[in-house]
């Protein structure tokens, strides 16, 4: 089983930056693809950035340029580093690992933005 543990949301004025990590831990044997999604209310889940094994990324038009997601592999950890943030970008943001044997999402961390 594999756990993935959030941190770094919050409350942050348009303009501000967060840092939002997503920890990896239990029976991983090896991570492949690792994803940040984010749901607002009343709206549908949706992808942000995607980062595969080998270091490659993706990310959604609306966070191009403002939004990096990057890994250590050493810790297991996966991170979305937010800059210059807009009111549009609240929701509630989960990390999404998949595994050799797993596809595991964490419990979401809130990201509010105040204009």
């Known amino acids: 089983q594999v756990r993935l543990v959030e941190s770094g949301g919050g409350l942050v004025q348009a303009g501000g930056s967060l840092r939002l990590s997503c920890a990896a831990s239990?029976?991983?044997?090896?991570?492949?693809?690792m994803y940040w999604y984010r749901q607002a209310p009343g709206k549908p889940r949706e992808l942000v950035a995607a980062?595969?094994?080998?270091?490659?990324?993706n990310y959604a038009d609306s966070v191009q340029g403002r939004f990096t997601i990057s890994r250590d592999n050493a810790k297991n950890t996966m991170y979305l580093q937010m800059n210059s943030l807009k009111p549009e970008d609240t929701a509630v943001y989960y990390c999404?690992?998949?595994?050799?044997?797993?596809?595991?999402w964490g419990q979401g961390t809130q990201v509010t933005v105040s204009s």
């Open positions: 239990g029976s991983i044997w090896r991570i492949n693809a």
């Open positions: 980062i595969a094994s080998d270091g490659r990324t």
């Open positions: 999404n690992v998949i595994t050799t044997f797993a596809n595991a």
